[in-house]
């Protein structure tokens, strides 16, 4: 079946860059979605189709893609960052999440 | 703005069916922008689509919970309603409901399931004798 794989964990000091990412071999050909969660919140749309940037969402979030591996950057990133983060895109029967993946900030 | 309201038993016994009711406020469920989706976290654990309907009772189910999940609208009460049979304690989870915007068609293929972007809070659910 197909999956999107996450790195379980990312550490990053406060104001450098962080970077996540999602692989799955499909991705090519369809759009990515990102989302935060932070303890005890339901998820938080911060990036859709990609690279898009949902209003209300700081500028330091933003989304990329390459072949089959799609990655949100936060750059200069802060202690309100610190979060579990989720990709989401399409499959043959509907949709998916990655494992997710917790941004730790040092 | 936008309203979701999950409702719902906290508790269900094990073999029994869990059901749970969505109420959206501030927009209207027969939108036809938009379907109406399940998603599920178990304690501890990563995002799981359950799945979606549209207004006018169009499904996707996830395929490792198809056989056990219905899901229905109503939308003279705009709410929307999940139903999963023989429950186990894997079924365990925070539940929610979230409007997801309509897919794509890249040149290759048509999706027809969106990105997420308004959430109800969450519902835990237990699943104990």
């Known amino acids: 079946s197909y999956e999107l794989t996450q790195p379980p964990s990312v550490s990053v000091s406060p104001g450098q860059t962080a970077r996540i990412t999602c692989s799955g071999d499909a991705l090519p050909k369809q759009y990515a979605y990102w989302y935060q969660q932070k303890p005890g919140q339901a998820p938080v749309l911060v990036i859709y189709k990609d690279s898009e940037r949902p209003s209300g969402i700081p500028e330091r979030f933003s989304g990329s893609s390459s072949g089959t591996t799609v990655t949100l950057t936060i750059s200069g990133v802060q202690a309100e960052d610190e979060a579990d983060y989720y990709c989401?895109?399409?499959?043959?029967?509907?949709?998916?999440f990655g494992g997710g993946t917790k941004l730790t900030v040092l | 703005q936008l309203q979701l309201q999950e409702s719902g038993p906290g508790l269900v016994k094990p073999s029994e069916t869990l059901s749970l009711t969505c109420t959206v406020s501030?927009?209207?469920?027969?939108?036809?922008?938009?379907?109406w989706g399940w998603i599920r976290q178990p304690p501890g654990k990563g995002l799981e689509w359950i799945g979606s309907?549209?207004?006018?009772?169009?499904?996707y189910y996830n395929p490792s919970l198809k056989s056990r999940v219905t899901i229905s609208v109503d939308t003279s009460k705009n709410q929307f309603s999940l139903k999963l049979s023989s429950v186990t304690a894997a079924d365990t989870a925070v539940y929610y409901c979230?409007?997801?915007?309509?897919?794509?068609?890249?040149?290759?293929?048509?999706?027809?399931?969106?990105?997420?972007?308004?959430w109800g809070q969450g519902t835990l659910v237990t699943v104990s004798s």
């Open positions: 309907i549209y207004y006018s009772g169009s499904t």
């Open positions: 989401q895109s399409a499959d043959s029967s509907g949709t998916l």
């Open positions: 501030g927009g209207s469920i027969s939108s036809s922008s938009y379907y």
């Open positions: 979230a409007r997801q915007q309509q897919g794509y068609c890249s040149s290759t293929s048509c999706y027809a399931l969106g990105n997420f972007d308004y």
